[in-house]
């Protein structure tokens, strides 16, 4: 869990996503769309995928990718920000962070 809490506060917004996830891709689109460059970590390359996607169900993801964390916090993953942008609430979350 360390390590997923070290990378998720790497950057404004960070997305853990695997390289195959189509809703991984989604939500990487929406952002850059939105004007925001998110650090973007596909744990499927990583040699600690297993447990880094434990780390991100402990943290309370429903399913481990796509997680998104925005200022170091999870924020969830395509359900709530997919809701958070209809809502427009996503916009004024990430707007510090839009390059």
């Known amino acids: 869990m360390d390590k997923v809490m070290r990378l ?7 997305i853990f996503s695997k390289s195959s996830c189509c809703l991984s891709y989604a939500v990487q689109v929406l952002f850059q769309d939105l004007g925001v460059s998110p650090k ?3 744990i499927d390359k990583d040699p600690e ?3 880094m996607e434990k780390a991100l169900m402990r943290l309370g993801c429903s399913k481990p990718v796509p997680a998104v964390f925005i200022g170091g916090k999870l ?4 359900n709530e920000v997919m809701s958070m942008h209809l809502s427009s609430s996503l916009v004024p979350l990430v707007k510090p962070y839009i390059c």
């Open 8 to 14: 998720s506060s790497e950057k404004g917004v960070v």
């Open 40 to 42: 973007i970590h596909e």
């Open 49 to 51: 995928c297993r447990e």
């Open 75 to 78: 924020v969830g993953s395509t």
